[in-house]
């Protein structure tokens, strides 16, 4: 499709893509806290995109996809920051959140995830034809918007008053149970067989919901299945070999969080290290091809505006120009010369090699699938392996140096995934890349100037690390480096965490050669042995919704209507959490808002309430 003659970056796609950048990087940061998992803002972001612009005379669907890329940049580096830099505060390496700091972290690993992948563009969209399944959604419902601009069909307004409408509902629910305390955020129970224990529960929250919806039926009941692991299988046999005192309930979270959560751990580690050597060879062939391509082309002369990407001599001097800053970064912290030279260089190799990893990821399974927290913990156990080395048990700052690491890393992975399926989107809709990539700049540093502030009003409001904000991904960032450092980790269940990936993905393999529809990929599996049952089991309910609703025979337009009011849950419930939080970011008092009592069962109804509504508009043939 070529659209040689439609402008595709104008002011009002600039204003309008940093400002829904830092919306959704907000919603984002909340939603990862929250949940430990984060969904691509891609679709919500073109939806709201045409609603705003379909207000202009004159607009059109590529100023739609360079909002959209933008917009949906600063969802993906709220991933990168919110996984890793809350562990400096958990570590006690920082006492607050530093804004500066913040800003720069996530600023210079997300502009090196964007010049990281530009040449990854040819390799894996068009030589590869990977999917990018989110990248062709968001394409189609760019060109239904526009195709009903034209009065072809119903007008997109009706998509925006769809997520409008669920992001009404998703923010009262989280302002009555999370400001006004009117009902519990989750039903969970335990008992004991024997000496064994057994338990149960989900979280109320639509947003939860949602994400299982989006990411779909194999995917939610693999991460279900990593809680039954944790929950039906390890936590039983080992109150049973060492016993348990007092509550069921407590002593069962009491366990998990000392010690089953870190059969996740291994299980991420090893599921990384897998992704890289399946990826290893297709990426380097993959990179080979793309420069190759890149020098022909040139030497041709005029090439077709549909294949111009960012000069790669200027990708080098960029990459180059940001090893200053990388190095004064650790620099700060490690105090000496020659040692951050170092820290650069493993940064740069990992944040490469893990780009092109998320990269090629997020065109398999889509960017909100993407397994970005398993090669950042991968990233900071062997940093923190190889800091020890030199550094030694006694290094007060060797914990801290290993999440930086990893933090730049993790940013730089979580652009590269989203900035390859907004390229499958432009390379669909007839787009200019070296636009996009430069858009893809502008919504990092858009969202890099924010994301500081939120993570300051969360942590003031709901103390993150703490029940209501466990920041389950950071909680383990902190665990793994600080372990490694103090001898404290687990590595019994880490290493049988390990053996539990290499049977999963044996399994995997096994369905591979069947030509199996059901995969079994490993770090979704080993999120769900991390993450609280009451985390997975909303997640696997969303799932199944999807499935069912799909198998009642929705038609196209209501999977849409589905991922439309699952990306306004997630949206209303997100930044709901923030405005409650930012009076008692303002006043430093916790008590500000008034408790309700009385309407305890109102939660679970309205929680019931919301999947049948969101089953119904599924299922709608």
């Known amino acids: 499709m070529s659209n040689q003659k439609l402008p595709e970056i104008t002011v009002k796609a600039i204003l309008l893509g940093v400002l829904l950048s830092m919306l959704l990087a907000g919603a984002n940061a909340y939603l990862g806290l929250f949940a430990g998992m984060t969904v691509s803002a891609s679709i919500p972001a073109a939806v709201i995109s045409m609603g705003v612009l379909s207000l202009f005379k004159k607009s059109n669907i590529l100023e739609n996809n360079i909002v959209q890329t933008a917009a949906s940049a600063g969802e993906s ?3 990168g920051v919110i996984f890793t830099i809350p562990a400096l505060v958990l570590l006690g390496y920082w006492e607050t959140f530093d804004y500066v700091e913040i800003a720069k972290i996530a600023a210079i690993g997300g502009v090196i995830g964007v010049l990281f992948t530009v040449p990854l563009r040819r390799a894996l969209i068009i ?4 999917k990018y399944p989110e990248g062709i959604a968001t394409a189609e419902i760019l060109r239904a918007g526009d195709e009903a601009k034209k009065g072809k069909e119903d007008d997109g307004a009706g998509g925006l008053k769809t997520i409008g409408l669920t992001s009404l509902f998703g923010g009262l629910m989280k302002l009555f149970q999370g400001g006004l305390g009117a009902w519990h955020s989750e039903i969970a129970g335990a008992f004991s067989m024997g000496k064994s224990i057994f338990g149960l529960g989900t979280d109320i929250s639509p947003a939860l919901i949602s994400v299982g919806y989006i990411v779909g039926r194999n995917i939610g009941i693999l991460v279900f299945a990593g809680g039954l692991i944790s929950w039906a299988i390890a936590i039983p046999i080992y109150s049973a070999m060492v016993g348990f005192e007092g509550n069921a309930l407590d002593s069962a979270w009491d366990i998990w969080n000392s010690k089953i959560r870190y059969l996740g751990v291994g299980a991420m580690v090893v599921g990384g290290v897998w992704s890289l050597i399946k990826l290893f060879k297709p990426l380097i062939e993959g990179v080979t091809a793309s420069l190759a391509a890149l020098k022909n082309q040139s030497a041709d002369g005029e090439t077709p505006k549909e294949e111009q990407d960012m000069p790669i001599n200027y990708v ?3 990459l180059i120009a940001l090893l200053v800053p990388v190095f004064l970064l650790y620099l700060e912290i490690i105090n000496t010369v020659g040692l951050a030279v170092l820290l650069t260089i ?14 090629y990821m997020a065109g398999v399974v889509g960017s909100s699938n993407n397994p970005i927290s398993g090669v950042t913990i991968a990233t900071i156990l062997f940093t923190s392996l190889f800091l020890l080395g030199i550094l030694g048990t006694g290094s007060g700052v060797g914990a801290a140096s290993a999440i930086m690491v990893g933090a730049v890393v993790c940013c730089a992975a979580a652009i590269g995934g989203d900035n390859l399926q907004d390229l499958k989107s432009g390379h669909i809709l007839g787009a200019t890349p070296w636009k996009q990539q430069i858009m893809q700049i502008v919504g990092v540093l858009a969202s890099a100037v924010v994301l500081g502030l939120v993570l ?3 942590h003031t409001a709901y103390t993150i690390g703490s029940p209501t904000l466990s920041a389950p991904q950071a909680t383990l960032m902190k665990s793994v480096a600080d372990g490694v450092f103090t001898g404290n980790l687990p590595w019994p269940f880490v290493y049988i965490g390990g053996i539990i990936a290499v ?4 399994l995997d393999l096994m369905q591979e050669k069947k030509g199996s529809d059901f995969r079994i990929p490993v770090l979704a599996v080993a999120v769900g042995i991390y993450l609280p049952i009451t985390l997975t ?6 799932g199944m919704v999807n499935h069912f609703g799909k198998k009642a025979g929705g038609s196209n337009a209501s999977e849409k209507r589905g991922l439309l009011m699952s990306s306004g849950f997630i949206t209303g419930e997100a930044l709901m959490g923030i405005l409650v939080a930012v009076p008692i ?9 008034p408790q309700l009592s009385g309407i305890s069962l109102l939660g679970p109804i309205l929680f019931l309430g919301m999947i049948y509504w969101l089953y119904k508009s599924v299922s709608k043939k």
Do not use: Y
């Open 537 to 542: 089991v909303p997640i696997f309910i969303g």
């Open 77 to 79: 580096l709220a991933a």
């Open 346 to 359: 493993v940064m740069m190799v990992f944040g490469f090699l893990f780009s092109a990893v998320a990269a």
């Open 456 to 458: 300051d009003i969360l």
């Open 585 to 593: 970011f303002l006043t430093s008092q916790k008590d500000w808002w």
């Open 316 to 318: 080098g001097i960029g």
């Open 127 to 130: 030589n590869a034809k990977l």
């Open 503 to 506: 049977i999963l993905i044996t």
